[in-house]
């Protein structure tokens, strides 16, 4: 039986814990909110970037990389070594699953170390091969490093930080939170916070490809040279990626005090009350168990289905992002000007983010599914069907979209489909992992199509607008009856 001066006691530290729990809870939204701030920034200027390579093409053609044999007068040498630079980076997908596994196992703080180190040496490497005339080879590992940063598990990881607050700790806190539902509002509402947040990122990510654009402009503006140039973005990089380091940090620091908090209060209330049965730990889950239940979830149709819709749409996009300049210029474009059209539009479908996440909350991910195709459908027929530079331009619009949706609608199903267990990092390496794997085909595609058809992309244009049609049952198979909708 407790005497009056111990319950006073626990009175006290009852009003102590809740006081800090309040403090904690505001520190934690603060953290929450700036790492979100420099979350979107470094995702739209450094994983956006990547993609936007149409400018840094014309960037790298001025400083002289690859120069023009003296024999070749339209320098398509020169520019289908450049093409291969960024085909060949986009292969280091076939690394995302160690940062997968890195993140499902030492949690977003290493990984967002490791996103940065590869940032930082990939700017680096960039701005030495201009600046030291011969060893333009450097350009190769210079984006493999770049490619590395996009492909990393940091959007998911800030998309699962920013839903609710049931997996605290820094090593699980990629986890989707909840149980597992069949129901399609449950399903819907229950992730919300995370599915939006996946879907703003990923938006920005889209609208990142505008980035090697502005450092083009800047550079004429200016007059500077490459290295110049390149130097300026990667002291951008050191406060963005530093800015994010700093607020995971506090952010994780908070979440783990506001659970040692939780832990004193049940602790009290246990102690308070002398009929209150006995609290036992929790004991440890089988880790052989639960190695087995995750990857039982990587093999599962559903997941396997995404997997080859995914791939399909992802090698579409890097032919498409990686040949505008060539394709363009084939058209006629010999000022430049559609391509930095092209580039200036990519940033517009982060209007219709909102169009996005009230069609995925109503009709649910097979619709947002479809969509993709329907939108990549559209956008092959506009490619295919007319020179009329003008035309096209509704079809840089269509491509925007078709991104958008591609994107925020995969990632967001990922987190939903495999909603426990310690497997999202793994699956978003498997994804990326097996597109680039498939795309070793965009190498082959791309130069015969500057050395036999003379730059003319009307076949392999073809052949990707074709080749969406089987995805629409890919989609349906993707989120079947069987399957969380």
Not at 391 to 403: D, K
Not at 410 to 430: H, R, T, W
Request: negative net charge; glycine residues 8%; hydrophobic residues 45%.
């Amino acid at each position: 039986m407790t005497t009056s001066s111990e319950q006073v006691v626990v009175i006290q530290t009852k009003n102590t814990t809740t006081h800090n729990n309040n403090n904690n809870a505001s520190s934690s939204k603060k953290y929450k909110i700036l790492l979100l701030i420099f979350t979107a920034l470094y995702v739209t200027f450094f994983f956006g970037a990547f993609f936007g390579y149409g400018p840094m093409i014309l960037m790298l053609k001025e400083a002289g990389a690859f120069p023009c044999p003296e024999n070749d007068n339209d320098c398509s040498d020169q520019t289908r070594t450049l093409l291969n630079v960024h085909f060949t980076a986009t292969l280091v997908q076939i690394l995302s699953p160690l940062a997968g596994h890195l993140y499902d196992v030492k949690g977003p703080m290493i990984t967002i170390i490791y996103t940065t180190v590869m940032a930082i040496l990939g700017i680096s490497l960039l701005a030495i091969s201009q600046a030291v005339k011969g060893i333009d080879a450097l350009l190769y590992p210079a984006f493999c490093c770049l490619a590395m940063v996009p492909f990393s598990p940091m959007i998911v990881a800030t998309g699962a930080a920013m839903g609710k607050d049931a997996n605290n700790d820094s090593s699980s806190i990629g986890i989707v939170n909840g149980e597992e539902e069949n129901d399609e509002s449950s399903s819907h509402d229950d992730n919300k916070d995370q599915r939006r947040v996946v879907g703003l990122l990923n938006n920005l990510f889209d609208a990142g490809s505008v980035t090697y654009l502005i450092l083009w402009k800047t550079q004429e503006a200016t007059g500077a040279s490459f290295p110049e140039i390149t130097l300026g973005y990667l002291g951008v990089a050191i406060f963005f990626f530093g800015g994010a380091i700093i607020f995971w940090k506090l952010f994780l620091n908070s979440q783990q005090q506001k659970k040692r908090d939780t832990n004193i209060a049940l602790d009290n209330d246990t102690n308070d009350t002398e009929s209150c049965p006995a609290i036992t730990p929790e004991q440890p889950a089988d880790l052989n168990l639960q190695k087995r239940q995750d990857w039982k979830k990587l093999r599962s149709a559903p997941f396997i289905w995404l997997v080859v819709f995914f791939v399909f749409h992802t090698c579409r996009n890097y032919f498409m992002l990686t040949s505008a300049e060539a394709f363009l210029d084939n058209l006629g474009d010999d000022s430049n000007k559609y391509i930095t059209i092209f580039t200036s539009i990519m940033p517009a479908s982060i209007v219709g983010f909102p169009f996005v996440d009230w069609m995925l909350g109503k009709y649910g991910y097979h619709v947002g599914l479809q969509a993709i195709n329907v939108l990549g459908l559209l956008h092959g027929i506009i490619q295919v069907s007319t020179t009329n530079l003008n035309v096209q331009i509704v079809g840089f619009v269509v491509f925007s979209f078709y991104r958008s949706f591609m994107f925020s609608v995969v990632f967001a199903y990922l987190m939903v489909l495999l909603s426990e267990g310690n497997v999202v990092g793994k699956a978003n390496g498997i994804l990326y992992v097996s597109s680039g794997l498939c795309s070793l085909w965009n190498i082959p595609l791309g130069n015969v199509t500057m050395q036999q058809w003379g730059g003319n992309f009307f076949v392999p244009n073809l052949i990707y607008t074709i080749g969406i049609l089987p995805f629409f049952y890919a989609a349906y198979r993707t989120t079947g009856k069987s399957t969380t909708t």
